[in-house]
């Protein structure tokens, strides 16, 4: 399976956070399909295990058509999660300039309050997080 153009990117920045990279691809199964969420990270010190999705397009014309693919892989992914009880929490990852685009308008404020979805904001010239967005579950 292909890497996502950021996947090395945000496996240093989660290093850089402390973060163990338990797993590169998790796999789901569903009927007859396997889908795959790109990393497993683990933080021994306060004792999580997180899934995260690595997503990133610096295409300004293509920009509501990213947020489009991303949320929807996103959303579901966590919906296969919650099929099956796995309870570790599922992150989008994404570069610092798709969060300052579409994320940060209105439209993105909506998606992301509505759906309760986790973020992590990373710098992709410095290889480093920058933002954790973690709603509460509702």
């Excluded at 790109?38 to 014309?61: R, W, Y």
């Excluded at 947020?67 to 309870?87: C, M």
């Excluded at 300039?97 to 404020?109: S, V």
Aim: charged share 30%.
């Amino acid at each position: 399976m292909k890497k996502d153009r950021y996947h090395d990117t945000v496996v240093k920045a989660l290093k850089k956070d402390r973060w163990t990279i338990t797993k590169k691809q998790v796999a789901l199964r569903t009927d007859f399909r396997i889908l795959f969420i790109d990393l497993e990270a683990t933080n021994n010190e306060h004792k999580l295990v997180i899934l995260i999705e690595i997503k990133g397009s610096e295409n300004e014309n293509a920009e509501v058509h990213e947020f489009y693919n991303a949320v929807g892989q996103y959303l579901t992914y966590r919906a296969l999660l919650d099929s099956v009880s796995d309870k570790r929490d599922l992150y989008l990852a994404i570069p610092e300039t798709a969060y300052k685009g579409i994320f940060t308008q209105d439209i993105g404020h909506k998606v992301l309050e509505e759906f309760q979805i986790r973020l992590i904001v990373f710098k992709a010239e410095s290889e480093e997080i920058i933002k954790w967005i973690n709603p509460l579950k509702p």
